[in-house]
C-alpha cells in the first residue's frame, strides 16, 4: 500500500450486470494499484468515470448533456473518462465533441485503466483486444454474492444488436482462472454466484489458448464441485444453445437456482428470423415448457423488444400468444431502438411509435394480470432463502432460490445464512413469510 494520501474516485454505472462487473474491476485496479477510495459526491472526486450503455439509443444522447453537467460540478482538476459500450462506438468523436473529457475506454479495456487515467487524450476501444487471461483484483460490493465473468464478447449477429461492435467477438475466459476466482471469493464468505457473458451456454466455443476445453454444462459441474460455494446463477444463456444436455444440467444441479433469464425478444417467427435470432416461436416455447415440466417452482424472466421495423400485427399477436402460454415471471420490454451499424437500421418499418407504444403498453398490462393471478400462489410454499440486507426496521431481506425477494422478522441475526421460509403474504414484487 502507497504512503500517499487517497484520491477519491466517483463512479456511474449505466446499463448491463456486465457493466457493473467492469465497474468493480476498475475500481478494484484503482483501489488496488492507484491508491483511489470511492466517494458518492461527485464535487469531491478527483476522477470522475461514467460506464455507459449503448443497447438503446436514449442513453447515448443523454450522455453530452450529462458530461456537461458534470464538467459544472467537477472540481476543477478532476478528471474525466468515458468508458463502456459507448466509448466503444463514438471513440475520439466524444473528446472531439466534449474536449475536458480526459480519456475514452472501450468495453474491452478494462485493464488498461491504470494506463488510461495517466495520459490526457488517452483513446483506446479496439474491439479485438483480448483481457481474458487479465486478472482483476476483487472489489465486493455484495458480501455474500460475487459476480463472475466467464466469456467476453458476442459472436451473434442479431440484427438489431450494437453489442457486437461495441464488445467484439466472443472469447470464452479460461476454467482455471474462473475457478479460482471463484474459490478465493467463496474463502472470503461468498455463497453465491452469478456468472456472466452475454451468452453463457456457448463458454467453450473460442478461447484464446486453442488448447483450451470446456462446455458451459463441464463448466457448471466443475463450480459446483467448490464445496462452500453454495448457489449459482448465470445470465444469459442463448436460447438457441438450449440442447436438453443444458437444461437436464439446469434442472438437476442442486446447486443451480432455478431462476432462469431467457431472452425471448420477439413470438413471431418470422420476426425471429428478421432478427437473426437463430430459433423459433415452437422451439422457444417447447424449451420452457420442457423447464416447468422438469423444475416445479422455477421463475422464467425475458426480453422483448416491441416495434422491431418488420413486425406486423400478426406477428406481435405471436408474442402475445408466447407470452400467455410461457407465463414469464419477470419481463424486461423494450420499444425497438434503432442502432447505428446494425443491420436493422436500414430495414424500412411498417410500425408506427403510436402502434409501439401501445405494444409496450399491451405486453406491460397482460404481464401485471399475470403476476397479480400468480403472486397468491405463493402463499403456503418454503423457499430456501439466503439472507443479505437487514432493514432499518428490523426486518430482514433474502432471495429464494427462485429468485423472489423475500421479507421476514426474526428476533436472531440471520445475515449470511440460507434458511427455509414459509410464504404467509405477496405483494405485487415481493413475498413475506416465516422462518421454520
Ligand atoms: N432496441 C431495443 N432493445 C434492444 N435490446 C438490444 N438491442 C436493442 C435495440 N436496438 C434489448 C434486447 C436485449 C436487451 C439487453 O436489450 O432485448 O436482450
Ligand atoms: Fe446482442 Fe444478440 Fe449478442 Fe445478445 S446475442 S448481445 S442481443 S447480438
Not at 486453442?210 to 436460447?239: G, T
Not at 407470452?323 to 415471471?329: E, H, L, P
Request: charged share 30%; glycine share 4%.
Amino acid at each position: 500500500m502507497s504512503s500517499l494520501p487517497n484520491k477519491k474516485l466517483f463512479i456511474q454505472t449505466m446499463g448491463c450486470a456486465m457493466n457493473e462487473k467492469d465497474s468493480e474491476n476498475m475500481i478494484a485496479e484503482l483501489c488496488i494499484k492507484d491508491n483511489y477510495i470511492l466517494t458518492a459526491t461527485l464535487e469531491d472526486a478527483d476522477l470522475i468515470i461514467l460506464n455507459t450503455c449503448s443497447v438503446r439509443e436514449k442513453p447515448v444522447s443523454k450522455l453530452f448533456s450529462l458530461l456537461g453537467e458534470i464538467n459544472k460540478q467537477k472540481k476543477q482538476k478532476a478528471k474525466i473518462g468515458v468508458c463502456g459500450c459507448t466509448a466503444s462506438h463514438l471513440s475520439s468523436e466524444i473528446i472531439k465533441r466534449a474536449p475536458y473529457v480526459d480519456f475514452v475506454l472501450g468495453a474491452r479495456h478494462v485493464s488498461k485503466i491504470t494506463q488510461a487515467i495517466k495520459t490526457k487524450g488517452f483513446v483506446d476501444v479496439d474491439i479485438d483486444y483480448d483481457e481474458t487471461a487479465y486478472q482483476f483484483g476483487s472489489f465486493e460490493t455484495q458480501t455474500y454474492k460475487r459476480k463472475i465473468n466467464i466469456s467476453i464478447g458476442c459472436d451473434k449477429s442479431c440484427t438489431f444488436c450494437i453489442v457486437p461492435n461495441t464488445r467484439g467477438s466472443e472469447i470464452s475466459i479460461p476454467k482455471e482462472l474462473i475457478l479460482q476466482e471463484i474459490s478465493k471469493a467463496v474463502d472470503g464468505g461468498v455463497l453465491e454466484v452469478l456468472l456472466l457473458g452475454q451468452n453463457v451456454n456457448n463458454y467453450g466455443k473460442t478461447f484464446s489458448n486453442k488448447n483450451s476445453k470446456s462446455s458451459f454444462v463441464e463448466l457448471l459441474r466443475d463450480i459446483s464441485k467448490i464445496k462452500k460455494l453454495k448457489r449459482i446463477r448465470f445470465a444469459s444463456p442463448h436460447p438457441l444453445h438450449m440442447d436438453d444436455e443444458f437444461i437436464d444440467e439446469f434442472v438437476t444441479n442442486d446447486k443451480i437456482c432455478k431462476n432462469i433469464h431467457i431472452p425471448l425478444q420477439s413470438g413471431s417467427s418470422k420476426v425471429l428470423k428478421d432478427m437473426r435470432r437463430g430459433y423459433t416461436k415452437e422451439w422457444f416455447m417447447n424449451r420452457c415448457q420442457k423447464i416447468r415440466e422438469l423444475s416445479k417452482d422455477v421463475r422464467i424472466s425475458t426480453d422483448i423488444i416491441v416495434g422491431f421495423p418488420t413486425e406486423s400485427q400478426k406477428d406481435f399477436d405471436d408474442t402475445i400468444d408466447v407470452i400467455k402460454k410461457v407465463k414469464f415471471d419477470q419481463i424486461f420490454n423494450f420499444k425497438y431502438s434503432s442502432r447505428p451499424n446494425t443491420q436493422a437500421e436500414h430495414f424500412s418499418s411498417i410500425v408506427s411509435k403510436e402502434q409501439a407504444s401501445s405494444r409496450l403498453e399491451q405486453v406491460i398490462e397482460l404481464h401485471k394480470t399475470q403476476i397479480d393471478e400468480k403472486m397468491p400462489s405463493n402463499i403456503n410454499k418454503t423457499y430456501k432463502v439466503l439472507f443479505e440486507q437487514k432493514k432499518e426496521n428490523g426486518n430482514f431481506i433474502g432471495f429464494s432460490d427462485n429468485g423472489y425477494q423475500i421479507e421476514v422478522q426474526n428476533e436472531k441475526d440471520i445475515l449470511g445464512e440460507i434458511l427455509d421460509v414459509n410464504i404467509t403474504n405477496f405483494h405485487r414484487t415481493y413475498l413475506e413469510g416465516k422462518i421454520i
